[in-house]
């Protein structure tokens, strides 16, 4: 498939039977036996869609979920968001982040809101528990409340609330599949992606904003324009290359935002050395853009298990020559995590089985 090519996936294609492209991708073992394997697609491609590497099938058509934040945060960019409220880029990284409602998280949706004159009343993003909050770090405090600030894509909507109010248009329509902010977001997927917005299936994500199915290849296009767009002097580009070299500088500079304390997203961008910026989505999307090599990255776990997206993403990352040896030795830890039983012991590991193939 080349670049002008597009792909779909057929909801009759939803056998049990169909591999949907997906290769054995991450071996889950105990003791020194593979118990289990997660199995995955990969792309890897430059800003004119032209395909650097792959695993399995590249053209995979899957939701991009959370991965497109970045993307989808474009249209108020280009509209004088953050800096038309007297916001910061500390803001629009949360505005592409999938946060984990730290109070820092927290305090800087609040003041998006109070910025355009809107409250947590305005989100409609729903309630959930911080990612912050696991079982070994105790719980759910007794008698802790949380709010759609605390929702992991509170950024995101604040910031569609932001473009909504741009716009003049009530802030109640704002996730309306045919509202303008809807809209201008979905032109701003087919700009980026290269794929027609009248081509690109579409659902309702966790946080009820609208989600589109894409190809992976499209979806690491999108990342590799704004990787591009970093690298180029300003006056050289689009406005809507310029806007997205925002977002990219954003997500690398504050990538805090972007996730949460012990979140893979923020280890790997750090590892790096803020040299890349990386999104996960839900079912298990990763994306990532490489500004020095003008690349973007995208995979997808077939099952969507979440444990197998460090293990992959770092191989991947490895094998193309973007992580040197220290970012290699202390991602580790996620790369090859160590298994354990309820009592601590340890009982196996996960490893990638993936060797990329790379395109002429």
């Known amino acids: 498939m080349n670049s002008n090519e597009r792909s779909t996936l057929n909801p009759a294609d939803l056998s049990p039977e169909h591999s949907f492209g997906l290769r054995p991708a991450v071996a889950i073992t105990r003791g020194e036996t593979t118990e289990s394997v997660h199995c995955a697609a990969v792309a890897v491609v430059d800003r004119e869609g032209r395909l650097i590497a792959s695993y399995g099938d590249p053209h995979l058509a899957t939701y991009s979920r959370s991965s497109l934040k970045p993307i989808q945060a474009l249209a108020a960019v280009m509209r004088g968001f953050p800096d038309r409220f007297g916001l910061t880029d500390r803001h629009l990284a949360l505005a592409c982040a999938s946060h984990s409602g730290e109070d820092y998280h927290v ?8 910025a355009i004159g809107a409250t947590g009343d305005d989100l409609q993003c729903g309630i959930h528990i911080p990612a912050y909050i696991k079982p070994d770090n105790g719980g759910v405090p007794p008698k802790a409340t949380f709010t759609t600030l605390h929702n992991n894509c509170s ?3 604040s910031c569609m609330l932001a473009l909504a109010r741009m716009l003049n248009m009530p802030l109640a329509d704002y996730l309306k599949f045919d509202a303008p902010t809807q809209r201008l977001i979905r032109g701003m997927v087919a700009e980026m992606t290269g794929v027609a917005a009248e081509d690109m299936p579409h659902g309702i994500d966790g946080c009820s904003a609208p989600n589109y199915v894409l190809p992976l290849s499209a979806l690491a296009r999108g990342f ?3 990787a591009w767009a970093t690298t180029q002097a300003p006056g050289s580009l689009s406005e809507a290359d310029r806007a997205g070299a925002r977002n990219a500088r954003a997500m690398m500079t504050y990538p805090e935002m972007v996730s949460g304390t012990g979140r893979f997203d923020l280890q790997l961008v750090e590892a790096a050395g803020r040299r890349i910026f990386s999104k996960a989505g839900g079912e298990a999307i990763e994306c990532v853009g490489i500004p020095e ?3 973007g990255l995208a995979l997808k776990i077939g099952d969507g298990g979440v444990r197998a997206i460090g293990p992959l993403t770092v191989s991947v990352l490895q094998e193309l020559g973007v992580l040197d040896e220290a ?3 202390t991602l580790d ?3 090859h995590p160590h298994l354990k039983n309820h009592r601590g012991i340890q009982i196996g590991t996960a490893r990638s089985l993936a060797r990329l193939k790379f395109h002429d």
């Open 107 to 114: 305090e800087a949706a609040g003041q998006i809101l109070a």
């Open 155 to 157: 950024g995101k909507h």
């Open 224 to 226: 590799a324009r704004l």
């Open 293 to 295: 090599r003008g690349w």
């Open 327 to 329: 970012a290699v030795a």
């Open 333 to 335: 830890p996620v790369a």
